[in-house]
Structures are given as C-alpha cells and as structure tokens.
C-alpha cells in the first residue's frame, strides 16, 4: 500500500477534444485514449493536432495496455502515431468495445499498421494489465459499445468515464449500467475523473430515441428529397433516419466515404438494421421521384472536403440541391466550427432549398449527459477524490463547482491541466511535477514539433507574400554583373506596376555597389545587406512586409 | 410618373455586412450607407473587404448624395475608399446623425480625407438630393443617432430602415419615431427595405435599459475587479456601465484604442456623462483596490489584437488578470467570431478570473428587433412591397415568410441578392438584369480585387510553404556550372535532412543535363522543366506540393 498512483492528463483539460490520459502505478502505465483534434484555421497547412505524447515515447517500455473508451477521433484518433512511436519496444495490448476495435482496426488498416494487438471486450469483462485490473463499464454516448473504464491496484479504483450520457432509452435499449456504477461507489472509489462537456446545461440531456419520432414529424412535413446529415459514427441516428425513411416509404442513399464505411461497420456488427431493397447507390438517386428519397451525408460540421459542403456549394458529381429539398442538420456544431456549418447552411439557402436546425425541432440529441447527470455520477459512484476531465477551463471548474455543490470536498477537488499530474498515496491526493505536454502537428506524413519554424514562415508568406532577389556579382570586385531577378509570389496589385520592379532592381544594384565599397565579400554577409536594403525599400513604397529572400550568385 | 425607380443592394443581402445601396431614379444616385465587413480567416492576410463598388465609380458623376443610418463599420466604413474612388467628379454631400457624422469625419481624417461635405442631420428635416426628397426618421440601435430614410421620389416613397429596434425605453429616452412611420404608411409607403438580422428570434428584443440593473446586480456580487468589454460604439452601454461602477462607488478606467476615441466623441456630442473624478487613466489602475475598479475595455469579439484578448493572453502592459477578477461580456459573439471569443474565454479561465456573458445574466441587449418588430414595422409602414434587407439569405427568405404572415401579397415580396437591382415604375415592380457587385479587398493601403492571383499564391504558400531552385548555367552549352542553391521556407520537418537537399540539387543538375540534351537553351523553357522535374521529385520525397520557384541564371 506504500506505492503512489498517478493520473498524468496528456490532453483533453483546458481544451475540447485530443484526449489522453496516463495512468501508472508502481512505474507501470496504462493509456486510457489516444484522441486528436482538428487544426484551427491560424494552423496554416497542418492536417491534424495531436498531444504532445513525448511522455509516452521514452516510457514506451512501461506500457501495459492502452484502454479506448469509444470509437471518436478525439479519444481514438492518435492512435496510429502513438503506435509508431512506441512499436520498437513491442505494442501492448489495445482494448476496447467491439465496434470501437472494428473502427480502429479500419484506421490502422490505412495506416498500413497490421499485427496491431487489438481486444475487443465486453462490458463487466476484467483483464488485467501490471499493476491493474481493469474492468469496462457501460455508458450510453452518441456512438454504440461506450465504456468507462475502472482501473485497480492496490491503492484503490478509479474510474474514467470516457464521453456518456444516462440514457434511460437508448436505442439499442442498453442503458449505461448504474448498478455496477453504484456497486463501485460502495466499494469505495478512490478517484472519478468525468466527462465536463456538458456541465454547463441545467437539466439532463435529451433520449437518443427522442429523435426519431421528431425526425419522422419532419419528414412527413417534406414534399421534396430530404438530406440528413449526421456525425458518420453516429450508427443509432443513422439507424432512426432509416426507420423514419422506412415509415414514409422512402429510399435511402448513403454520401461520404466516412459513412459508408461506418455504416458497412455497423451492419456487420449488428448495430444497424437496413432492410433489404431499401439502400441506393449514389448514382441511382436521380432515378427515384424527389418525395420517395433520403440521402443520408457526412457534412454536419461544413467540413470543407465534405459531401454536404460539397452539395451546399453546387460541386457534387451526384446531387443538385434545389427548391424543394430539405437538409436537416441532425448535430450541433462543435466550437469552432460555427461559421463553416452557418457558410455551408447559407450556401444551401440560396440554392433555394430548406435547411432545418436543432435550433427549427429537436433533431438532434447530445451525447454527453447535463448538469444532473454529472451530479448523479458523483452521487453514485461516491468517490474519494474528483478530477473533471474532457473540458475547457471554464466547464472543469464548473465541474469542481458542481461536484463540491453535491458534496465532495474542496480539498478533494483537483481541477487541473494537461501536464499536471495527480498523484495519490495513502497520505492523500496532491498535483505533482508538470510534465512536458502540449501539441504535436500532423503535416502530410509527418509528425512534428509545433515550434518549428515552418509554421512562423507560413504565416508570415501567408499574410504578405514574398519576394526573391537573385543578385549575380562578379568574384572579382563584387559587383553586379547582370540585372537581377525580381520574383514575387503572394504579393498582390503590383502586377501592373514594372516601373516598381525597376526600382527594386536598381535598389538591389545599389546595396551591391555599397557593399563592394565597403569590401564586403563574403556572400552570407552581401546577402545580409541585400535583405535589409531591399525589406526597407519594399516596406516604403508597399508599406507591407513580405518575406525577402535575397540570393546571391558569384561568377 | 413614367420613370423606374432602382434598388440596388451592392452588400449585405445574402450575408451579415458590408451594407450598401444605391437607390436611383431618373439616372440619378442616392447611395444609403456604405459598410464593410471583416475578412474570414481563409482571406489571408486581408485586411477588410468591401463591397464591389464598381457600378457607384461608373457612375460616380450621378450621384447626388450619400446618406448613413449610424455609425457603425458595416454601414459607414467603406466610406473612405468610396470617396477616394469618386472624389475625382467632386463630392456628394454626405448626410448622416451628428455621431454618425463626428464618428465618419474622425475615420476620414484618419484617411488624409478632408475637406468632405459632411452634413449632420437631425431626425424629422428634410433634404433634397437630385429627384429625391429625403428625410431621417429617428429609430433606436445599439449607437446613438441612428435613422432610417424615408426617400421619395414622383413615384412613391421607399423606406430603408438601416438597423433598429423599437425599444420602448432607450436610455436616452428617445424612441424610434413610431408616429412618423405610421404616417409614411397612411400616406402610402411604396417600397420598405427592413433589417433581417433578428428575424429568426421569436418576441422583442431586451430593451437597452434593462441592462444597467442586471450589470449592477452582477458587479454587486465582484469582490475583485471589474473588466467589462462591449462594443466601443455602444455608447449608451458604457454609459450604463458608468452609471453601475458609481452606485458601488468603482473608479472606471477605459482601455482600448477605439474604446477611448468612440468615449471621447460620445462626451463631446452629450451622449455619455462621466461624473468628475470617476475616470482613472490606464496607468493609475493598479493605485485603487481591486474593489474599486471598473475597467471598460475593447475586445468583446475576441479580436487578436485587442485590449481584452491582449489580457487573456498576460500580454497587456497594464493589467494582469487574476483571481478575483470577473471579465463581463455584455456583447454576444458576430457569427463567424465564436471561436475567437470561445479561446478569449478560456484564457481568461485558465488565469483563475471568473467569466460572465450573456448566457449567464442578462448583461447585454441586442441592438436588432426580433420577429414582432419586424412586423410591426410592416404593419406600421403599410408598404406596397417588400425587399428585405440586412441578412444571409436564411434569414431573408424568413423576413419575406413573415411579411406573408401579416398580410402582404406574396408577389410583393422581393427577397433579392447583392446586385440584383429591384425596379419599380407604374406598372409594377419587379427584379432588373444582374449588375456587378461582390467584393472587394483591402490590403494594407490598397484596395483590389479577389481573383488578384496573390490570395491563391497566398493560399498554397500557407498551405505546403515554397521550394526556390537557383541554377547557374552556362552560356555556352546549358549545363549547370554551379552547385545550384536550393532555399526554402515553410516546408517542415526537413531541417535535419541535408541529404535531401542533396538529392535535390542532383535532380536539378539532372534536370539540366536532360534539358542541355535536347538542346533546350530558352530560359524560360528550362525553368518549366525545372520546375515539372523538382515539383515531381519533391512531392515523391515529402508528400507535400510546395510552390517551387525556379531561377536559372545564365552565365
């Protein structure tokens, strides 16, 4: 009993999304998530934002297992750069629901990472992992086969929620399991680490089998084809729009790679229920009478490379929006992407169609549970010690508001921060050391270091351009022996004005010449000159200041 | 009475911004507002955008006035760059209320423009441009001195009513001349052109004045300081935050650039009072207890460069937030600026002060009417047809359903587009042939035009960075006679990689030798292949399609 657990957060406090968290006890590790998050538009060129999981990197030895909660990007998606990282030391066993494994296997697929050890388990299943027994709970969330994750040793149990809901009717009708949430809590839990996303709505969140009945209302009101658009993982929603299509007797037709692909998941899981004849392929949807089709899409997020956007923008090979059709927007948008989705509902307006909202009828259900519901896992699981997780600043000490408002102990309440870890020993529970966390980029390929100066110069060629100055001097007196070449990208309204890059030639033969007086030889110290001549100039006849790259060629 | 009177909407149908009319009769220009709105974030490096105001340069000798509803950006801040575009035929006189006109002339003469025609009106004259009599109908906004126009012309009377809200307590005590515009309806309106933006919010908007207690029930319960952000022209707000720091005897300091400008001309114009000894310069803050400060500052949009956002950021030369500290949004986020303010906040967060918006308390009131407004001013104006303004096409097309809703003929709604001129004679009225019209970018001190091929050059140099190959060649038989130089900038992770720099120049030399081959000497022709060889090769190595710049110097 003398050893200490920690519980070092690599990602998801302070921030929405790229969830991670290390959990260790006796120097052995296990991770619960590997998430990512999406680049916010100063992120110039880069594909995907990962954790800073250096941490894992030189502890890859201590790895027992890697936990996943649920199929989301934001707790999966980092998954195959982690592995790439940590594989020479052998992979530990990955664990996980039965369709979050069938996701992940998909992604590693493309990642073209086989041999992968993945598990899939069933909730109430322990295995045990070092140190740890570890034993997955059923949660309701917006994607089937959602586990908390209660972690052993002998200090004592913690639970990670992962991202839930209490949903008392799901549809797959398998509510999130209370009694052995409850059980845990008489046991005696040590340490709740739980979903903030929501905390700041009163009340619980709406049924995931709510939505249907209303998405059937809606569509009994249109006349015209109807596009749904959903999160792709979202299989019981997507699930509710077959049956309501079912009902009125329309076809369905599924848009975007990343739906088929789930949906194909699904079905082979047994999540998801198309009765035969009903589904059309893309290109057929024309053949049917506009009142008699469904198309179900990616998009919900007005993702730039997505069908709906696609659509929105009268550029998808398949579907003309028009007068008549109606696109129901079956999500909320996450922070952030607010003006892509209100870009992207804009766009459909003025194509003539109808657009509905979750704001227009209650279309959409959250998947992580309100206010009440994090009081009443607090309630039931009756833990030591709290620490919010999966939130911004303001949402986990919201969560430290409401877990002391139904409770628990200042003290006991640990609002913390990526990096920050939490370490408990039988004397108790205090913040340790910060570790290294923080961002890893995704640009192509590769991984990388967000300092790199890449993205310094990205902005700064993307906020005034560049110019390029060749200089030929002569290896004998320095001077200039030809007219130098003027490039310039990125730079606008100068196209029309030759007589500017005259004079910037001339300004280049100039600082030659000045330097040759002086005896500057050296071409790093004449290419030098040549910047800052050339920079001043621009910046006074253009007052902006492009990137100069000034290069200097000896004959 | 045979002549056709034109509206033609240059901005803000279709989108939220960047307001300006032009409305014409007998060949002759009235020009209502002239606004713009501010660049999105894959506008790179753009500074503001404007409408396309070709058609008013092309007819800039007919224009017999300008006439401004109130001072804000998106209807009177493209003004300068109009004026500069027109002056060469002489100025039209520019009408507007006496802040609408001190606020312009200070832009103006932020711009070197002088000597304008600048006239400042009051609510109830009349004044004649051309075939137009015009008056200003006092409404009420979030800024002083805001007016709709009432312009008549032989055929009729058209009615803009720039942005209002029929607040029934304003704070100066003056509301929107409800009598005037029921007696423009009974002399028979023909045409009203009504602001859309709260067109989807059920009800009436909050009254200004409901917000001085609610600002004064939350300040009761500071302890720390006080930072309210708002916008600077919202000068009856920062009155009332004024008013609220007195009755808890709080000095009031005011931080921001434009915060401090917009409070200087509102104290001149009589619209703010600041009891003696309240304001406290910027320097001073730290002299007074924490208990006993106010601080009004810019920033309510999360703008990168503003006061509050600077203090978000520890970044601010005179206030540290800290704990205790309470930062009041009494503004809303602009769509499209929900993640700016979204990160605002959480910074804020994460330096332990307490945050307050408008989802908290009622600490701000919107400066738009909801959708009871917007009828009763159709039912009040009585108008023969309907052209909504101000508004993405969703909420245009919902103006136009509501129109329908308290009787107006569906064929007198003309729900239009940005140049899409309505025409109205005595026959009828219906759309005209499509003008010009979309935007224009600003950029530092020019101002041009988006297919301007540097926002795309922008655009791929943001995305992949640039590649620059420098080959010397010789004159005699094209082959390279230099090791070539290769530069780059914005390309990642390749630092640690000279050998690919290498290959590079290799494949340059390769190049050449190939090109030398057949005998291909024109400078020209060898940098395409250049470039088609390196573009090739770089891609194979990297996955990633930099701009490559070929320049091959010949010697």
Same mark, same amino acid.
């Given at each position: ?15 929405? !999304? %790229?969830? /991670?968290?290390?959990? &260790? ?15 916010? +538009? ?122 839930? %809901? ?42 995931? =089998? ?40 329309? %076809? ?49 997020? !007005?993702?730039?490379? =997505? ?19 109606? #696109? ?45 519901? @994090?009081? /009443? /896992? ?28 139904? !409770? ?33 980029? #995704? ?7 967000? &300092? ?32 130098? &070449? ?10 029309? =004005? ?24 050296? @071409? ?13 100039? #621009? ?10 790259? +000034?290069? #200097?060629?000896?004959?």
């Amino acid at each position: 009993m003398s050893g200490t657990l920690r519980v070092l957060p690599l990602g998801g406090l302070g921030e929405i !999304g %790229k969830n /991670m968290t290390v959990v &260790e006890y006796d120097g052995r590790i296990v991770v619960v998530d590997t998430g990512l998050m999406f680049p916010t +538009p100063d992120q110039l060129g880069i594909d995907l934002v990962l954790p800073d999981f250096n941490y894992l990197r030189e502890r890859a030895e201590d790895i027992e297992a890697i936990v996943l909660t649920h199929g989301h990007e934001d707790h999966v998606g980092a998954l195959p750069f982690v592995l790439r990282e940590i594989r020479d030391h052998g992979l530990p066993p990955i664990y996980g629901g039965p369709l979050t494994i069938a996701m992940v296997r998909s992604k590693l697929d493309e990642h073209r990472l086989r041999d992968v050890p993945l598990e899939a388990i069933d909730p109430g299943e322990v295995f045990s992992a070092g140190p740890f027994d570890i034993e997955g709970v059923r949660m309701s969330h917006s994607i089937p086969d959602s586990l908390a994750y209660a972690l052993s040793c002998e200090l004592g149990t913690i639970l990670i929620t992962g991202d839930y %809901k209490f949903d008392q009717t799901p549809v797959d009708q398998q509510p999130a399991d209370m009694a052995r949430l409850a059980e845990l809590g008489r046991e005696g839990l040590l340490l709740l680490c739980g979903d903030s996303t929501n905390v700041d709505r009163p009340g619980i969140a709406l049924s995931e =089998s709510s939505v249907g009945p209303h998405l059937e209302e809606v569509f009994a009101r249109c006349r015209g084809r109807i596009v749904v658009t959903c999160f792709a993982s979202n299989i019981h929603r997507v699930q509710q729009v077959v049956d309501a299509a079912g009902v009125l007797g329309r %076809k369905v037709a599924l848009i975007g790679r990343s739906m088929r692909k789930n949906v194909n998941i699904g079905r082979n899981l047994g999540h998801i229920d198309i009765p035969e004849g009903m589904l059309v392929g893309v290109r057929e949807i024309e053949d049917f009478p506009d009142h008699k089709m469904v198309i179900i899409s990616t998009g919900s997020q !007005g993702e730039p490379l =997505s069908a709906l956007r696609r659509m929105a923008h009268g550029d998808h090979p398949n579907v003309d929006l028009r007068e008549g059709d109606t #696109v129901i927007f079956s999500a909320t948008p996450i922070p952030g992407n607010e003006r892509d989705v209100g870009q992207t509902i804009n766009r459909i307006y003025q194509l003539g169609a109808d657009v509905i909202t979750a704001r227009d009828a209650p279309v959409h259900a959250s998947g992580h549970g309100y206010a009440e519901e @994090i009081k /009443m /896992m607090i309630n039931l699981t009756q833990p030591r010690y709290v620490m919010p997780f999966h939130g911004d600043y303001r949402r986990l000490r919201l969560h430290g508001e409401l877990a002391e408002a139904v !409770g628990v102990d200042r003290e006991s309440i640990f609002v913390g921060d990526n990096g920050l870890p939490l370490e408990i020993d039988a004397s108790g529970a205090r913040f340790g050391r910060r570790e290294r966390s923080g961002v890893t980029f #995704v640009d192509g390929v590769d991984v990388g270091d967000p &300092e790199d100066i890449a993205l310094r110069d990205r902005r700064m060629l993307s906020a005034d351009g560049i110019f390029i100055v060749v200089a030929t001097v002569s290896g004998d007196d320095g001077r200039s022996v030809a007219a130098p &070449e003027i490039i310039f990208r990125g730079v606008p309204f100068i196209d029309g =004005s030759p007589e500017l890059l005259d004079e910037i030639r001339e300004a280049v033969d100039e600082s030659l010449a000045h330097s040759a007086e002086e005896e500057i030889r050296e @071409i790093s110290l004449l290419q030098d000159h040549l910047h800052d001549d050339i920079a001043r100039f #621009v910046y006074e006849r253009l007052r902006r200041r492009p990137m100069v790259l +000034p290069v #200097v060629v000896e004959v």
